[in-house]
């Protein structure tokens, strides 16, 4: 079978076999891999192979996945024993960090809902602000092809490119956007950026549902390390929840906590629910954000966790999505869905991840011909 270029992308990415590999290049990020069986990670959770197969039904819409998986896309509406045709079509690798570690960290996110208005009121005044018109974008790789998914965000003043407003700029000045709407609480919209899609509940009893469009160009940094720098909060304390709550109870510094993140994120409107950066709808717990430097978007990973209250987590989840705060290799944010109930176990979600990847079986020989 011919190997694609996005084949040999991956064939790069994923070389290394060792805890400890030598980089290929000091220019291209990778994952380390090592070879693994499916009972690695199947033997302690029970597995649905037909939902499996209904997932990559799902996930085939993307032009990525039908090129990382070209014959599971082409022969998937015809599956008749869901197990046998995963085990025949798919390659299990362990992914280990650069250090050699195989132990990670699972974060859990989900889809907010808001409260908000079309119009400004004393109730609905904090604004949604789509895609800034003087937010220019400089895809860096036009340029320098070794720069891939490298890109600058600034505004234009003069003949110079000038950093884009922070947040705290933006929040004291008229901003260059279209409003999508009004919410009620700016403590729900900062916690939308997080998230990176949601839906709005309008007054006319309507949903809006909106995700990311693009970000300001700063930084993102995150305030529960504010907190724990200011001795509000200690390391073992973080949650959305704890976050929450301090804002809430010191509303006169909620602005010095938000600020502290200069990073502000855009949106546009939305036709479904939650979809990530593959632009294809998520799904509950068979759905990851991940660093896109080690885990290309699109691929099938297998995440082992226990949460705290010790319940294991093990699942098939794709990788559909990114996210600022998502940064390493065995790192993914693992998406809970909609509501109150996914909003308290995301918040409280932070355990050490085991974390695999099934490559097309067609490039195996290929990839441990390289290690």
């Not at 000038?162 to 916690?191: K, W």
């Not at 006169?252 to 502000?264: A, C, G, H, K």
């Not at 944010?333 to 085991?354: C, T, V």
Request: with cysteine; charged share 20%.
């Amino acid at each position: 079978m011919k190997i694609n270029s996005l084949f040999i992308i991956i064939l790069l990415l994923f070389t290394a076999c060792t805890p400890k590999p030598t980089p290929l290049s000091s220019k291209l990020p990778h994952t380390n891999l090592v070879p693994a069986t499916f009972d690695d990670f199947e033997s302690t959770n029970v597995v649905d192979y037909r939902l499996l197969i209904h997932m990559f039904q799902k996930e085939c819409a993307s032009k990525k996945v039908q090129n990382l998986y070209p014959n599971i896309c082409k022969n998937i509406t015809t599956v008749q024993n869901a197990k046998d045709f995963i085990y025949k079509n798919l390659v299990p690798y362990q992914v280990y960090d650069r250090e050699g570690e195989k132990s990670g960290l699972l974060t859990g996110y989900y889809e907010p809902e808001l409260f908000g208005s079309l119009q400004r009121s004393e109730t609905y005044k904090y604004p949604l602000y789509a895609e800034p018109e003087d937010l220019i974008t400089v895809d860096l790789s036009a340029i320098y092809p070794e720069l891939k998914r490298k890109r600058l965000r600034g505004r234009v003043v003069g003949k110079k490119l000038l950093p884009y407003y922070s947040r705290s700029a933006l929040r004291n000045q008229e901003v260059n956007a279209t409003v999508i709407c009004y919410v009620d609480n700016e403590i729900d919209l900062f916690f939308l950026e997080v998230q990176g899609s949601g839906r709005v509940t309008l007054d006319t009893n309507t949903i809006l549902y909106v995700g990311y469009a693009n970000q300001n160009g700063h930084r993102y940094k995150a305030i529960g390390r504010y907190l724990i720098q200011i001795g509000a909060l200690n390391y073992e304390e973080v949650s959305l929840q704890s976050i929450r709550a301090w804002l809430e109870a010191n509303p006169t510094r909620v602005q010095e906590l938000l600020d502290y993140n200069p990073s502000q994120v855009f949106f546009q409107k939305r036709d479904q629910a939650a979809s990530g950066s593959l632009g294809i709808e998520l799904t509950p717990l068979h759905s990851i954000a991940v660093d896109r430097k080690y885990i290309p978007l699109g691929i099938l990973t297998f995440i082992q966790a226990k949460e705290n209250n010790n319940s294991l987590i093990g699942n098939y989840a794709f990788a559909q999505d990114t996210g600022g705060a998502i940064k390493g290799g065995v790192r993914a944010d693992y998406f809970l869905g909609f509501g109150h109930e996914a909003q308290e176990r995301a918040g409280k979600l932070k355990a050490p991840l085991l974390m695999w990847v099934l490559l097309p079986s067609s490039i195996q020989n290929k990839i441990e011909s390289q290690q």
